[in-house]
């Protein structure tokens, strides 16, 4: 694996405040899905779910349950028809007003942050939404399903319809 591809997939990491200090368990992770891919969205998607219980750590109540946000089956189709994939790049390619829209829902629903919160989508649309939300919800986290552990909880705040 190219260390650039490497490079790119803990900038992709960081960038969303994911901590890389368990070294081993993302290479590991890189090792294992840099045999299905050289892609660094899916790659890095790869990477989080190894990494689930780091990730919903800062997320968990006091009872160890993650308070969360849900997204709706029908919002979260018309994310994904606007992804697309191929060997070496994710993008959206989902229609400016349809992008629009879906931001705006997403703040109906959560309405003003003043801590950390998450929403919770598909493993596929994720990284998507996570493009569409980090500008004007920094504080919101996008978590997929599978990074999720087992043992954990989710508490309901709502859907995003």
């Given amino acids: 694996m190219p260390l650039s591809l490497v490079q790119r997939v803990l900038q992709n990491l960081l960038r969303e405040r ?12 890189l090792a294992e899905g840099g045999v299905a891919t050289k892609n660094p969205t899916l790659l890095t998607e790869f990477v989080r779910q190894s990494l689930s219980r780091t990730l919903v750590k800062p997320y968990l109540n006091d009872k160890g349950e993650l308070p969360a946000f ?7 189709r018309q994310i994904q028809s606007g992804v697309e994939h191929n060997e070496q790049v994710s993008r959206l390619t989902l229609a400016p007003d349809a992008v629009r829209d879906t931001l ?28 569409i939300l980090e500008a004007d919800l920094p504080l919101l986290a996008t978590l997929s399903h599978a990074e999720i552990p087992p043992h954990i909880q989710v508490v309901s705040l709502g859907t995003v319809k």
């Fill in 70 to 76: 849900l997204l709706d089956a029908t919002l979260e």
């Fill in 104 to 131: 705006e829902k997403v703040k109906a629903k959560v309405g003003e942050l003043h801590g950390p919160a998450a929403l919770l989508c598909g493993a596929t649309v994720r990284f998507a939404l996570r493009q």
């Fill in 18 to 29: 994911v901590s890389i200090r368990d070294a081993l368990t993302v290479l590991e992770a």
